[in-house]
Each structure stands twice: as structure tokens, then as C-alpha cells.
T-cell receptor, first 114, second 113 residues
Framework: AQKVTQAQTEISVVEKEDVTLDCVYE???????LFWYKQPPSGELVFLIR??????QNEISGRYSWNFQKSTSSFNFTITASQVVDSAVYFC???????????FGPGTRLSVLP | DAGVIQSPRHEVTEMGQEVTLRCKPI?????LFWYRQTMMRGLELLIY????????DSGMPEDRFSAKMPNASFSTLKIQPSEPRDSAVYFC???????????FGPGTRLTVT
């Protein structure tokens, strides 16, 4: 069965620090997709990124970057030069292509202090 | 597109009353999901539909909960009778397929007193 672990329940950093949110997944499928979502204090869930299991290239989008490593079953998310507006709960998720199976991790609450 | 639309945004009701939450998915999305979020249990998948057909309802807590999708543009989640422990934020989401990203509605904050 698939599983997503986000071991960091809460993280606090000071503005301008870099921070990495960890995501470790388990799956038996060879084809799968990984996602990150952001839930700011306002409550809505916002899609950030989707990666498929065949594309291990790191992704960078502005201050956000994602590191996908199949060897360690990890899909970590780094925010560079964090800002107060980055304060949110971040969810990692996994979807298997072999069946209609998908799962969200428990989330990591990030607090960026001014 | 307007995105996923949910109504009402807030609902306060008394224990024992029937509650109906509504969702309009993004046009063209074949999958619709209902989630519940609480501090204690996090984000829980309740049920999801594919082309209006329920695929997995194993997350529905008990018989008091029911969900329907009479057409591609409308779904309801009903709780009857409601209990205080049902207080939560209920999200609806839609996607093209399960391997694609889900787009979430703004949620309905339900309070049962």
C-alpha cells in the first residue's frame, strides 16, 4: 500500500532563512506521481507542483525548489530566503498510476517569523 | 474557469439536524473528491467519484454520512443526523484523473453545537 510520511510536524524559521520540508513515500508501482500543496492560514489548499516517477530532474520555481530522489524515495521541498507569506501547512501527496490510489501526507506546518 | 465552488462557506447547526454541503467541480474534470479536515485527524478523504459514480467511500465515517453526484456539475455531502464531532472543514476537490493535481474548493466550515 502506498504511504507518504512528513516527519516534520512543525518548523519555525526566521525570515530569509532557507528551509527544507521532507517528504518520504512508499509505493510498489513503478509509475507514480508526487505532489506538493500549500494551505495558508486563510485555509484554501493550493496546488504547487506535480512530478512523475520518470523525471528525476530537480525543479526550481522562483524561491521554491524540489528535489526528487528515487533512491531514497524522497521528494523534498526547499524554500530559499523564506518570507512571512510562506507560513502555511504544506502537504506532500502520492498518486499511483496502476490503480486509482492516492494519498496525502499529514502535512508540515511552517512558521516564518519576521 | 471559476474553480471549484462550495456552498455554504459556513454552516452552524444544532446536533440532530440534517446538513447538506454542496460542490460544483471544475468543468471537464471527471473526478470529484470530498475531504474532511480537523486538527486532530488532519486531512481525510471521505469519498470520491469518477464520472458521477462513487469509486471509494471507505473513508465515510458512518451511515450518517452520504454523498451523491447526480450529474457532472454537482455533488452533495449530507450528514443526518449531525453530531458535534462532525464539526470540521469539509473540502471538495476535482481533477482530470487521480494522477493529476486536485483543485480544491474554499471549504465549508461546519460547526455542530
Amino acid at each position: 500500500a502506498q504511504k507518504v510520511t512528513q516527519a516534520q510536524t512543525e518548523i519555525s524559521v526566521v525570515e530569509k532563512e532557507d528551509v527544507t520540508l521532507d517528504c518520504v513515500y512508499e509505493t510498489r508501482d513503478t509509475t507514480y506521481y508526487l505532489f506538493w500543496y500549500k494551505q495558508p492560514p486563510s485555509g484554501e489548499l493550493v496546488f504547487l507542483i506535480r512530478r512523475n516517477s520518470f523525471d528525476e530532474q530537480n525543479e526550481i520555481s522562483g524561491r521554491y525548489s524540489w528535489n526528487f530522489q528515487k533512491s531514497t524515495s524522497s521528494f523534498n521541498f526547499t524554500i530559499t530566503a523564506s518570507q512571512v507569506v510562506d507560513s502555511a501547512v504544506y502537504f506532500c501527496a502520492l498518486s499511483e498510476a496502476g490503480g486509482q490510489n492516492f494519498v496525502f501526507g499529514p502535512g508540515t506546518r511552517l512558521s516564518v517569523l519576521p | 474557469d471559476a474553480g471549484v465552488i462550495q456552498s455554504p462557506r459556513h454552516e452552524v447547526t444544532e446536533m440532530g439536524q440534517e446538513v447538506t454541503l454542496r460542490c460544483k467541480p471544475i468543468s471537464g474534470h471527471d473526478y470529484l473528491f470530498w475531504y474532511r479536515q480537523t486538527m486532530m485527524r488532519g486531512l481525510e478523504l471521505l469519498i470520491y467519484f469518477n464520472n458521477n459514480v462513487p469509486i471509494d467511500d471507505s473513508g465515510m465515517p458512518e451511515d450518517r454520512f452520504s454523498a451523491k453526484m447526480p450529474n457532472a456539475s454537482f455533488s452533495t455531502l449530507k450528514i443526518q443526523p449531525s453530531e458535534p464531532r462532525d464539526s470540521a472543514v469539509y473540502f471538495c476537490a476535482s481533477s482530470l484523473e487521480t494522477v493529476y493535481e486536485q483543485y480544491f474548493g474554499p471549504g465549508t466550515r461546519l460547526t455542530v453545537t
